[in-house]
């Protein structure tokens, strides 16, 4: 008897090591599973149509529910970033209406940081490198006919670097060694790859048609973006390649705009924004197949709901 009450007590000690773990990651207060099924957390700009009110950064799980303001800041905030420990974001800051700036604060909602001083610029789309330590993102010259250009810079807004390529929207690599973008050196807008110092630029799309916000897969197998494959820029659509640019295929086929796209964590989805109606957009999720498109969030009048990012794992 005494034995096999041993046996049970070792049972129960190992169930509680494996099944909890040893090493637990922290949940957080919206964590749910990254299954492929509609799990996962998004944050996304919540963003007032009318009225004196800042555009404001919310988070929410993947089915739509448990959805909360995840920063109440004075100035406002949109085209944001985790980072790779989902401690921290990164974010448009709209300080003026001649000058973005590139903030960070923690996920908490607290510590609002700005990064990026110079005035006159647009500083936009910041994302996050890999291992945390840098951000790469898009200065805007509205002066210059909207000019744009990729800088890098530390996490903590040191050692700000414009690396000699004139492109938008950059995205790291999941391994860290190149940048993706999008560029218009040519005729419309193309998405290009280079390495983090500008060398080693390298044309994937060469279209008649615009492409726009590509991104890699987390295995760097796949490249999701969006196109107006009509010229219309009312009628965006979502498309997906390898990520050497063969094998496109369009995700998306209406007559509203899809854009905006985004992985999730373990690469089964996408999110993105709609246009629904007239100047509101709302939050989407589709399998990286294109089926199974289902609607994440439903804003209140006046409101519209843009630029969805998963929260990473960790």
């Given at each position: 008897m005494q034995r096999e009450m041993d046996k049970y007590f070792?049972?129960?000690?190992?169930?509680?090591?494996?099944?909890?773990?040893c090493d637990k990651k922290p949940t957080g207060p919206d964590r749910v599973p990254?299954?492929?099924r509609g799990g996962g957390v998004i944050a996304y700009c919540y963003q007032p149509l009318t009225g004196n009110f800042n555009h404001q950064i919310y988070i929410m799980n993947a089915d739509g529910s448990g959805n909360q303001k995840l920063i109440d800041a004075d100035i406002g905030l949109n085209h944001h970033d985790w980072s790779p420990d989902a401690r921290q974001l990164a974010a448009v800051g709209y300080v003026n209406q001649s000058t973005w700036s590139i903030y960070v604060f923690d996920a908490e909602g607290t510590n609002l940081t700005r990064l990026t001083t110079t005035t006159n610029v647009n500083d936009s789309e910041p994302h996050w490198s890999p291992d945390g330590t840098q951000i790469v993102f898009t200065?805007?010259?509205?002066n210059q006919n909207d000019r744009t250009e990729i800088w890098i810079m530390n996490a903590n807004g040191s050692s700000q670097a414009y690396i000699g390529v004139?492109?938008?929207a950059a995205k790291w690599s999941p391994d860290g060694t190149r940048l993706i973008y999008q560029s218009s050196m040519g005729a419309g807008s193309d998405i290009y790859t280079c390495h983090t110092d500008g060398s080693d630029m390298?044309?994937?799309?060469d279209t008649v048609i615009d492409e726009w916000f590509p991104i890699w897969s987390p295995d760097m197998t796949q490249i999701a973006f969006n196109a107006y494959p009509t010229g219309d820029y009312d009628t965006s659509e979502i498309f997906i390649m390898n990520a050497d640019g063969t094998n496109r295929r369009q995700l998306t086929d209406n007559t509203v705009s899809d854009g905006y796209p985004r992985f999730s964590p373990d690469g089964l989805l996408l999110a993105f924004t709609r246009s629904v109606s007239a100047q509101k957009w709302e939050v989407f999720v589709l399998n990286v197949d294109g089926t199974d498109v289902r609607r994440v969030t439903n804003s209140p009048l006046g409101i519209t709901a843009i630029n969805a990012v998963w929260r990473p794992e960790y």
């Open positions: 070792i049972g129960l000690i190992l169930f509680t090591l494996i099944g909890f773990g990254l299954d492929g200065r805007i010259y509205p004139e492109g938008f390298q044309q994937l799309t």
